[in-house]
């Protein structure tokens, strides 16, 4: 299928690594020398097609504008569902570096000015006469919250099970969640991420890229703001436990997370203050 979106022949003793992840994932590379990134969206028509569309919308959105946001798209097959991307050679995730003391903050405040510029693009010049989707992302949701459709439920692990109902049964969840929605529908509506992930930034010293837009969208910019900070919180409370091994006692475990949670603190805040320059800058 490479040589189809003209990328070349593979090279047969390189071949296709598969990568994890919800879609079809893979690296490769061409005989032409060209290494490349693959992604089949997967999954039903009706789901996949639209995450599609909206990665494209991104592109569309910042081809003239962000180019070096995200890696550009080399090649694409509409009908089967694939995009071919550049690979970016020799790069480290934000999981990676928010780990690291001394280039958490710095490595968050680049990622702030990168969201904060995308969310300073407004919504009605950003595809012309063409928006992006405005459909507000499935999650959170009080519908959820009370009660999951059967095709959800089928689909659902024994362990998914056991966490929705743990929600469901927490009832100031339910409101705070309600409240919180109906605050954002109030906000102006920009072009924002909407699934936004420290291991969906690939930084190299002259580079941040962010990747995985397919939940691209106009929505409220606090889901970007929101999701990077309780990113830097989860890694926070659980980085720094080695695979496997056992804490010493209780006090251990709480001083490791509170030394962690004031780590992800500074990066928080350093996110925060640079996404908002960035995004009023003109102002």
Same mark, same amino acid.
């Given at each position: ?205 002259? $580079?941040? *890229?962010?990747?995985?837009? %397919? !939940?691209? &969208? #106009? @929505?409220? +910019? /606090? ?5 990077? =900070? ?24 709480? $001083?490791? *997370?509170?030394?962690?949670? %004031? !780590?992800? &603190? #500074? @990066?928080? +805040? /350093? ?5 908002? =320059? ?6």
């Amino acid at each position: 299928e490479a040589e189809e979106l003209c990328l070349g022949a593979l090279d047969p003793p390189v071949g296709a690594d598969m990568l994890p992840g919800r879609n079809q994932n893979w690296t490769a590379r061409s005989g032409s020398g060209l290494r490349f990134f693959v992604k089949r969206f997967t999954g039903p028509s009706a789901d996949a097609r639209p995450r599609m569309r909206r990665a494209l919308d991104f592109e569309r959105l910042c081809a003239s504008r962000m180019a070096e946001i995200s890696p550009r798209i080399l090649a694409r097959d509409e009908a089967s569902l694939l995009l071919a991307f550049e690979f970016v050679e020799d790069a480290t995730t934000g999981a990676d570096l928010i780990a690291e003391t001394a280039d958490g903050a710095d490595f968050a405040a680049r990622a702030g000015r990168a969201i904060g510029s995308l969310h300073a693009l407004g919504a009605g010049e950003a595809l012309g006469n063409l928006l992006p989707d405005d459909v507000p992302p499935a999650l959170p949701s009080a519908q959820l919250l009370r009660g999951l459709p059967l095709s959800l439920f089928r689909n659902c692990s024994a362990g998914e099970l056991k966490a929705w109902r743990l929600m469901q049964e927490d009832a100031l969840l339910a409101e705070t969640v309600d409240r919180l929605l109906a605050q954002s529908e109030k906000v102006p509506r920009v072009p924002a991420h909407c699934d936004l992930r420290l291991d969906q930034f690939l930084v190299t010293p002259d $580079r941040l *890229c962010v990747i995985d837009w %397919e !939940e691209f &969208r #106009l @929505a409220d +910019a /606090a889901r970007d703001v929101g999701s990077f =900070a309780g990113e830097c919180v989860y890694h926070a409370i659980t980085g720094w436990a080695e695979p496997g091994s056992e804490p010493d006692s209780d006090e251990d475990v709480m $001083r490791h *997370c509170a030394s962690g949670i %004031e !780590e992800a &603190r #500074l @990066a928080i +805040a /350093a996110f925060w203050s640079a996404c908002g =320059a960035a995004r009023y800058a003109e102002d």
